[in-house]
C-alpha cells in the first residue's frame, strides 16, 4: 500500500478504527514537535478535583517511596496539570512503542513540568507488554543482559534459542511459570527475579531500585522502568505509579459516600441498569484472581443482577462486600471505572494509544446519553490525546529502552512526522504498508 494519508485512514475505518483515522486524517503530516504542544495545550481543567482522587494519589506516591511532602507536591502539580500518560502497561521494562510514546510526549513537556506515567497493573503478566520480562532486541547476546555464571543461565540459554526458532522477540523471564497468567495489580517480588538481578548487566543492576523477594513488584517495577527512561531522556521529571492501586483506593474513599455517582453506578440498581442497557450487560467492573487447574488467572467480573461474577468467582454487589474485597486486593478496578473517574468525574486528560482513543470516544459518546455525571464535563473530555509509534532504528529494526542502557548508540529522529512514527505500528492494525 502506498504512503498515502487518505488510503491508510481509509483502510482504517474499514478496520473498525474510526476514531485513529479521524485523528490520523487531520495530524498525519504534522511535525512531531508541533503535534507534542498541540498534545499538552489541549490539557484544559473543566472540573473541581475532587479530593479522594488527589489523596489516592499522594497514597500511590508515597507506596512507591516518595515523602509524604514529594507526594503531596506532586499530587498538587496533577491537580494543576491534569495530564497523564495511559497508554502503558506496568511492566520490568518497556518495548519500542512504549519508548516512542514517551518521546513524543516528553517533546513538549511544560518547563516546570512533571510527565506522570500511570502504568495499568489490571493484566496478566503474559500479557503483550511482558510485564515480568527483560526485554531487549537481537543485538545482544543473552549473557550480554544476564551473566553466563546465573545458576539458571542454562535454561534461560535453551528458553531464549526456542524462542529464536518462532520469533524475534527477546525477553528473559524475572517469574516462575507459575505467575505467568496471575495479575500483576497487587503482585509480589519472586525469588527468580531477586536472583536473577544480582547476574544482570552493570547497568540495570545500576538502575534498579532495591529488591527483595516478598516486596511490592508493581513499586519496584515503577520506579525501574522510572530509572530507565531517565537514563535515556536526561533532565526530564518523571514519576511512574500504578493507576490500578490510585483507582483502588480512590473508590475506598468515596464509596463511603451514598451520594457519589460512582455509589449510585454501583449499588442503585435502578441507575445500574440504565448505565449498562447504554454500555453493554458485559462490562467489566473489576478483574479478580482465581485458582483454575492448579494456575492462577485473571478474571473479569460482570454484574449479574445484584451479583459481580466471573467463570469462577462471585460476590454479592453490596458496599460493605466491595469495600472489604478492595481492601484486601482481591478487586482490581477494571478499565471502565478506572477511565471514568479520570476523564469523565475529574477531567484528565489521558495520553493513550490507538486503542484507547476509540474506547474513550464510545465512553464519551455513552454518558453524554446518560445523566449521572457532569454533562458539562464529559463533553469538554479530551478523547483524543494519541501518543502512538514505534522506535526504529534506519535498518528498521526495533529499539527497546534496555538496548540503549546496554549501550545501543542511537538517537529520536525528531525531524519525524507523526504519520511515520506511526508507520511501522500499521501492520500491527491490519493495515499493509
Known amino acids: 500500500m502506498p504512503f498515502d494519508k487518505k488510503i491508510i485512514c481509509s483502510a482504517l475505518q474499514k478496520a473498525d478504527r474510526p476514531e485513529l483515522a479521524k485523528i490520523l486524517a487531520e495530524i498525519w503530516e504534522m511535525p512531531l514537535t508541533e503535534y507534542a504542544k498541540l498534545l499538552w495545550s489541549n490539557s484544559t481543567v473543566q472540573a473541581p478535583f475532587e479530593t479522594e482522587l488527589q489523596a489516592a494519589?499522594?497514597?500511590?506516591?508515597?507506596?512507591?517511596?516518595?515523602?509524604?511532602?514529594?507526594?503531596?507536591?506532586?499530587?498538587?502539580?496533577?491537580?494543576?496539570?491534569?495530564?497523564?500518560?495511559?497508554?502503558?502497561?506496568?511492566?520490568?521494562?518497556?518495548?519500542?512503542?512504549?519508548?516512542?510514546?514517551?518521546?513524543?510526549?516528553?517533546?513538549?513537556?511544560?518547563?516546570?513540568?512533571?510527565?506522570?506515567?500511570?502504568?495499568?497493573?489490571?493484566?496478566?503478566?503474559?500479557?503483550?507488554?511482558?510485564?515480568?520480562?527483560?526485554?531487549?532486541?537481537?543485538?545482544?547476546?543473552?549473557?550480554?543482559?544476564?551473566?553466563?555464571?546465573?545458576?539458571?543461565f542454562a535454561e534461560l540459554k535453551r528458553a531464549d534459542l526456542d524462542r529464536l526458532r518462532d520469533s524475534e522477540q527477546r525477553r528473559i523471564s524475572l517469574i516462575p511459570g507459575s505467575m505467568r497468567d496471575s495479575r500483576v495489580f497487587q503482585s509480589k517480588v519472586p525469588e527468580k527475579l531477586v536472583n536473577l538481578l544480582d547476574y544482570a548487566a552493570e547497568p540495570l543492576r545500576r538502575n534498579s531500585p532495591k529488591l527483595k523477594a516478598g516486596a511490592e513488584f508493581t513499586a519496584w517495577a515503577a520506579e525501574f522502568c522510572a530509572n530507565q527512561l531517565r537514563q535515556i531522556v536526561?533532565?526530564?521529571?518523571?514519576?511512574?505509579?500504578?493507576?490500578?492501586?490510585?483507582?483502588?483506593?480512590?473508590?475506598?474513599?468515596?464509596?463511603?459516600?451514598?451520594?457519589?455517582?460512582?455509589?449510585?453506578?454501583?449499588?442503585?440498581?435502578?441507575?445500574?441498569?440504565?448505565v449498562l442497557a447504554e454500555f453493554s450487560q458485559q462490562t467489566p467492573f473489576f478483574s479478580v484472581e482465581v485458582k483454575h487447574k492448579n494456575r492462577i488467572r485473571q478474571e473479569a467480573l460482570i454484574f449479574k443482577g445484584d451479583l459481580l461474577q466471573s467463570q469462577n468467582f462471585q460476590?454479592?454487589?453490596?458496599?460493605?462486600?466491595?469495600?472489604?474485597?478492595?481492601?484486601?486486593?482481591?478487586?482490581?478496578?477494571?478499565?471502565?471505572?478506572?477511565?471514568?473517574?479520570?476523564?469523565?468525574?475529574?477531567?484528565?486528560?489521558?495520553?493513550?494509544?490507538?486503542?484507547?482513543?476509540?474506547?474513550?470516544?464510545?465512553?464519551?459518546?455513552?454518558?453524554?446519553?446518560?445523566?449521572?455525571?457532569?454533562?458539562?464535563?464529559?463533553?469538554?473530555?479530551?478523547?483524543?490525546?494519541?501518543?502512538?509509534?514505534?522506535?526504529?532504528?534506519?535498518?528498521?529494526?526495533?529499539?527497546?529502552?534496555?538496548?540503549?542502557?546496554?549501550?545501543?548508540?542511537?538517537?529520536?529522529?525528531?525531524?519525524?512526522?507523526?504519520?511515520?512514527?506511526?508507520?511501522?505500528?500499521?501492520?500491527?492494525?491490519?493495515?499493509?504498508?
Open 57 to 152: 494519589f499522594e497514597t500511590e506516591f508515597c507506596r512507591i517511596g516518595y515523602t509524604a511532602e514529594e507526594a503531596k507536591d506532586f499530587s498538587m502539580l496533577l491537580k494543576r496539570n491534569r495530564v497523564l500518560q495511559t497508554a502503558t502497561h506496568l511492566t520490568a521494562s518497556e518495548g519500542p512503542t512504549f519508548l516512542a510514546l514517551h518521546h513524543l510526549s516528553l517533546l513538549a513537556l511544560p518547563a516546570a513540568g512533571t510527565y506522570f506515567v500511570g502504568a495499568y497493573s489490571g493484566v496478566s503478566f503474559a500479557n503483550s507488554a511482558w510485564s515480568g520480562c527483560l526485554n531487549f532486541s537481537s543485538r545482544f547476546e543473552l549473557e550480554e543482559v544476564i551473566g553466563s555464571k546465573s545458576p539458571t
Open 234 to 274: 536526561p533532565g526530564k521529571s518523571l514519576l511512574y505509579f500504578d493507576l490500578n492501586e490510585v483507582i483502588r483506593t480512590y473508590l475506598l474513599l468515596v464509596l463511603k459516600n451514598s451520594e457519589h455517582p460512582l455509589f449510585h453506578l454501583l449499588f442503585t440498581k435502578t441507575i445500574r441498569n440504565s
Open 315 to 433: 460476590i454479592e454487589a453490596t458496599p460493605e462486600n466491595i469495600i472489604r474485597e478492595l481492601e484486601s486486593g482481591t478487586l482490581c478496578p477494571g478499565l471502565f471505572l478506572t477511565f471514568t473517574t479520570l476523564c469523565f468525574i475529574n477531567s484528565l486528560t489521558c495520553f493513550g494509544s490507538f486503542e484507547q482513543v476509540e474506547y474513550l470516544a464510545e465512553f464519551k459518546r455513552k454518558w453524554l446519553k446518560l445523566d449521572l455525571l457532569e454533562q458539562e464535563i464529559v463533553s469538554a473530555v479530551n478523547t483524543a490525546a494519541l501518543t502512538s509509534g514505534r522506535s526504529l532504528d534506519q535498518a528498521g529494526t526495533a529499539v527497546h529502552p534496555l538496548d540503549m542502557l546496554l549501550g545501543l548508540d542511537w538517537s529520536f529522529q525528531e525531524n519525524q512526522s507523526v504519520g511515520e512514527l506511526m508507520m511501522p505500528l500499521l501492520p500491527r492494525l491490519g493495515i499493509k504498508c
